[in-house]
């Protein structure tokens, strides 16, 4: 029992070191960050917190809804560094995002299942191509489960 609880401890702080969120990039205009938003919640991020009312709907800015939308979609498509691109408007960041009242998910387990499917402000979808991806998604932490495993086996 104490190696189970000692290798999920590790397992804990490696996830918690291994953390990166998807951001949008800050030199760019509201249109383009606009775009990112439409994409990313027309084609799966759950976006229901940055609506009115919502938990990370303040800051009220293009810029921190366009990294929460962005972040979601990275979230849930495994953490693909090939959907955190959204045509240069976004990019990888190991530096938390979250807010005080907003918390950015750093997995897909965290990353909900709720989702707006659509247009959050009204631009329409961009014209950014699906990410035509459709490789099997190798689980980054997947030796460390494998290592879990074998101790628990030992320890039992």
């Known amino acids: 029992m104490k190696v189970a609880i000692f290798v999920v401890t590790i397992f804990a702080i490696v996830r918690a070191s291994d953390a990166t969120w998807c951001v949008c990039r800050s030199n760019l205009n509201n249109t383009q960050l606009q775009n990112t938003i439409?994409?990313?919640?027309?084609?799966?991020a759950d976006c229901t917190p940055i609506l009115q009312n919502g938990a990370c709907y303040n800051p009220n800015t293009v810029k921190d809804h366009c990294s929460?939308?962005?972040?979601?979609?990275?979230?849930?498509?495994?953490e693909d560094s090939a959907s955190c691109d959204f045509?240069?408007?976004?990019?990888?960041?190991s530096t938390n995002p979250s807010t005080n009242g907003c918390t950015y998910p750093a997995s897909l387990s965290e990353a909900g299942s709720g989702s707006t499917n659509g247009t959050v402000y009204?631009?329409?979808?961009?014209a950014q191509p699906e990410n035509t991806?459709?490789?099997f998604q190798t689980e980054t932490h997947s030796a460390l489960w494998i290592i879990s495993i074998f101790f628990v086996l030992i320890a039992s």
């Open 122 to 126: 009204g631009l329409g979808p961009s």
């Open 38 to 44: 439409d994409y990313a919640c027309g084609h799966g």
């Open 133 to 135: 991806n459709l490789g």
């Open 87 to 93: 045509g240069g408007t976004a990019e990888i960041t």
């Open 68 to 78: 929460y939308a962005a972040n979601s979609y990275y979230q849930r498509k495994g």
